[in-house]
């Protein structure tokens, strides 16, 4: 039920058509890829070129987490390059609604991340504009920061919030196996793992290893 969506940006850049083969032998359901501007967050990392570039080596859905200012301006870009589903942060859209139909109507997900000191609520008027919610559990910017407790109860009201909607909740930072299992306890339907994932000697163990302690009974 859960799924596992390795985080690129913890891979080796110069080599990451092998590293996305490792995390798709190892039963990855999504590669999660990480946009950073030095801006919204403070580091740079890729654009639509880069995301072209790995829609070229998978089969993989390709789920983009712009961490950018003004992303209005670039989700026709990433789309065309093959994301199939596009989260932007609440934080960085004055015209929250207005981005999420940019979204699903150039064929994407649409997707919102909240930074770790934003309420749920600031989902409450979008609710049926999104496919799926971000939840960030580190201050978005790097790879292989600590996991924030507070996370928790958020996943835990962001479902509450939603009822019945068939929407994916996704918990990105911090995410190591340990953690698996009490974070789908929450309701995250989604594991977005970085260094959990690329830093281990075996990136294909380690996918498969978040998914069974997120299944374990
Ligand atoms: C952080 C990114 C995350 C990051 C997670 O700003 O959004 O996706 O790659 O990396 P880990 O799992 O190492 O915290
Ligand atoms: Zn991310």
Redesign the pocket.
Known sequence: MVKIAP?I??ADFAALGTDIARVEAGGADQL?V?VMDGRF?PNITIGPVVVGAIRKRTRLPLDV?L?IVEPERYIPEFIAAGADMVTVHAEACPHLPRTLAQIRELGAKAGVALNPSTPPSALEFVLDDLDLVLVMS?N??????SFIPTAHRKIREIRKLLGARPVDVSV????KVDLAKSLAEDGATTL?????VFSAADPAAAVRALRSAATAS
């Open positions: 985080s940006l913890s999660h990480d967050v987490h961490m580190v978005p910017g790097f790879g292989g920061q990105d930072g911090g995410v977005v793992a970085g260094s959990a």
